[in-house]
């Protein structure tokens, strides 16, 4: 369990993280989701003992990180996947993070072929690695002291579809056998569908935090995207019964719950082939509640 109580890390006059607190539950993937600058990554610098708090706290298992034995065993971190020395090979990186926290050699080849690398691979040298490479080298030493704790910065940065999918999977099982997952992502579409609870940042504060479901209940005015064999007659169905109504490629968009639209289609004798939540998602709740950083950062692009 990681447990983050009125974290506050302030540099001069700058707060980075303003009076943070929550939990992650054994068990449970938690998506630590905010735009660029909101905090995700101090945060997580303040729970492994890299950078101090200026108030506040963080304990994992009820204990500081730097009172954790031979954390490696306790708590996986993976914050950056270049942050290795570019000289050594993939599988000097593993043997030496082995030795250090008193493993078997054998627990090097059997985190290799858990991320897939090869033992060709395993000889390149870190600097001839790709991104994605980088990644999956950094989740095997994350997990080579058999944590119950992860705490991944940007993991799936650089994965290919079929590597974020594996990743998916991996972090998945891991949860399920368990283990407490912290996942920071700026790929919300992949955190909505892997994580348990999901905490929302901007400008060093917590907006939001929750479930999928109750995240989304709190959002917006429910939508509904739906297609049928009639259109145009579900369209007039939806619209007698005052829904707002607007088409939305082969299908339409309604203002309303989708039970709604599945029972005034069956009213109607109008056959469905497809019918979502589709409004207020992870995407549209976030933007929502950073709207004010998200302006900011874009007008600093311009004059950039």
């Known amino acids: 369990m990681i447990t983050v109580e009125g974290l506050t890390r302030k540099y001069g006059a700058f707060t980075a993280v303003d009076d943070v607190s929550f939990v992650c539950q054994p068990g449970r993937v938690t998506g630590f989701l905010g735009p660029n600058g909101a905090g995700k990554t ?18 994992i298992g009820g204990h500081l990180y730097q009172d954790i034995p031979n954390p490696g ?30 493993l078997p050699s ?27 490479m980088k990644q999956r080298l950094g989740i095997a030493h994350a997990l080579l002291g058999d944590p119950s704790v992860l705490i991944l910065d940007e993991p799936a940065n650089g994965l290919d579809p079929a590597g974020i999918r594996w990743m998916r999977g991996l972090l998945k099982g891991y949860a ?25 940042i901007g400008r060093g ?14 959002a917006a005015t429910a939508t509904t995207l739906v297609t049928s064999l009639d259109n145009a007659a579900l369209d007039a169905a939806l619209t007698a019964k005052g829904f707002d ?13 989708s039970v709604e639209v599945g029972r005034t289609a069956a009213e109607n004798n109008i056959v469905l082939t ?11 709740l976030f933007l929502e509640l950073t709207a004010d950083t998200q302006r900011e950062a874009a007008t600093e692009g311009v004059q950039a």
């Open 42 to 59: 101090t945060t997580m610098r303040v729970m492994v003992g890299l950078t101090p708090p200026s108030s506040g706290r963080v304990t």
């Open 73 to 102: 065993l306790h708590v996986g971190v993976l914050l950056d996947a270049s942050a290795q020395h570019a000289g050594r090979t993939g599988r000097e990186i593993l043997t030496i993070g082995a030795q250090t926290m008193g």
């Open 106 to 132: 054998s627990r090097v080849d059997e985190m290799l072929e858990l991320v897939s690398l090869s033992p060709s691979e395993s000889k390149r040298r870190l600097r001839n690695y790709s991104l994605g």
């Open 176 to 200: 399920d056998r368990g283990g407490t997952v912290l996942l920071s992502s700026h790929l919300l579409h992949e955190v909505e569908m892997i994580a348990d609870e999901m905490i929302l």
């Open 205 to 218: 504060k917590i907006v939001a935090q929750g479930d999928k479901k109750s995240l989304l209940a709190g």
């Open 245 to 257: 109504v607007q088409a939305a490629g082969e299908g339409l968009k309604v203002g309303t719950e």
């Open 274 to 284: 497809d019918l979502r939540y589709g409004g207020a998602g992870l995407e549209d």
